[in-house]
C-alpha cells in the first residue's frame, strides 16, 4: 500500500490483539491453501476464495467462523473495483448460502440456577477466613454475577479508576473492552453492597481483597484481580476464565456443558425471570440490542422470587 514502516504498525495496532491472533490464524490457512493450487493469497480471484469458504464449510466449519475468515481475507486482500474483497457480491452471496443452510444457534437452550453458586459461595464463610486463593475466586464469580461482565471485563479493572462510596464501589472503564470501541467514552462499572447477607457482599469482599493484596502486589500493580501465586503478577482474562469454570466445578455445575462465560447469562436470565427490566439489564451488560439478550442469553428459570435492583436481584436466595 505504500505505507511507510511506523504507518504500517499504527494500522496492525488498529485491531485488537484477539483480532490480530485471530486473523493470524485464518490467514496462514488460507496462504496454505493458495500455496497448494499456485495463488496469491493477496490477490487471488474472488471465484478461489469462493471456493476456500465453500472447502470449509463441507469441512465443518460454522458460519461465525467462516465469516470470520472472510474478514481476514478481506482485510489483507487486494481491494476489487475499490471495493473490499469480503463486499464482493459474490462473497456475500456464498455467505449468505452458509447462513441458510447452517444458521448460527445459541450456545445453550437453558441455564444453570444461580442460587446453586450463591450458596456455595455462601458456605465458604467470611473473608477474612479465606485463604488468598479462596478469597480470589470468590470475588471474581461475585464480580461476574453482579455485572454481567465478561472475563476480559472484569481484567481490566482498575484501582485508578476506582471510585469507593458509602454503599457501592464504581469503576470507570477506560482501556478498550469487546463494548467499548475506539473513540467512545469511558463507561462504568458499579457494585452495589448486598447488606442482606455478608458473604455475597460483593463490595465488601473487594475491598477485603484489596487489604489482604496490597502488600503483595508488584510496583504500580494498578489492576484489582492478581495472582494468588508467587509474585502475584496481574492475570490474563483467560486465568479469569479459567477461576470462573472452577468455581461453577466446585458449586456443582456441569462444565462440560457450561463454559465460564455462561455466568453472564445465568445473571440476567435470573434478573429478568424475577422482574428486572429489559433496559436495566441491557444498561448492566452493556448490550445496544435488545434482541443479543433474547437471542444468545435469555434462558429458562423454573423459580419466582420478587423483583428488584439488578444485583439485588441476582444475589438473592
Known amino acids: 500500500m505504500g505505507l511507510s514502516e511506523d504507518a504500517s504498525k499504527l494500522l496492525v495496532s488498529g485491531w485488537r490483539k484477539g483480532t490480530q491472533s485471530s486473523y493470524n490464524s485464518c490467514w496462514r490457512h488460507w496462504d496454505r491453501w493458495c500455496c497448494e493450487r499456485d495463488l496469491d493469497p493477496f490477490q487471488a480471484p474472488v471465484e478461489s476464495i469462493a471456493n476456500f469458504i465453500a472447502y470449509l464449510f463441507k469441512s465443518g466449519y460454522e458460519y461465525s ?55 456455595f459461595i455462601s458456605s465458604m464463610g467470611s473473608n477474612k ?36 462510596r458509602t454503599n457501592e464501589i464504581i469503576f470507570t472503564m477506560v482501556k478498550l473492552t469487546k463494548t467499548r470501541k475506539t473513540g467512545s467514552q469511558p463507561y462504568q462499572i458499579t457494585f452495589s453492597s448486598f447488606p442482606e447477607n455478608d458473604n455475597l457482599n460483593v463490595v465488601q469482599c473487594i475491598l477485603d481483597y484489596i487489604d489482604k493484596t496490597v502488600s503483595l502486589r508488584p510496583n504500580e500493580c494498578n489492576q484489582l484481580i492478581i495472582s494468588f501465586i508467587k509474585p502475584h503478577k496481574p492475570v490474563k482474562s483467560c486465568t479469569i476464565a479459567h477461576w470462573l469454570k472452577r468455581m461453577l466445578e466446585s458449586a456443582g455445575i456441569d462444565t462440560d456443558i457450561f463454559k465460564p462465560h455462561s455466568t453472564r447469562g445465568a445473571s440476567t436470565s435470573k434478573a429478568n425471570k424475577f422482574g428486572v427490566s429489559i433496559k436495566q439489564i441491557m444498561n448492566i ?11 444468545f442469553y435469555h434462558k429458562p428459570l423454573e423459580t419466582e422470587i420478587e423483583a428488584g435492583s439488578f444485583q439485588s436481584t441476582v444475589l438473592k436466595l
Open 65 to 119: 467462523t467462516l465469516n470470520l475468515y472472510r474478514s481476514a481475507i478481506s482485510a489483507f486482500h487486494k481491494n476489487v473495483s475499490s471495493e473490499k474483497i469480503g463486499k464482493h457480491q459474490l462473497i456475500k452471496q456464498v455467505m449468505a448460502g452458509v447462513f441458510n443452510e447452517r444458521a448460527p444457534l445459541p450456545r445453550y437452550t437453558k441455564t444453570w440456577d444461580v442460587d446453586i453458586v450463591l450458596k
Open 129 to 164: 477466613n479465606l485463604s488468598l486463593k479462596e478469597l480470589t475466586l470468590k470475588l471474581t464469580m461475585l464480580l461476574a454475577l453482579t455485572s454481567a461482565s465478561r472475563s476480559s471485563d472484569i481484567q481490566k479493572l482498575d484501582m485508578n479508576y476506582m471510585n469507593v
Open 285 to 295: 451488560a452493556n448490550w445496544r440490542s435488545r434482541g443479543t439478550f433474547e437471542k
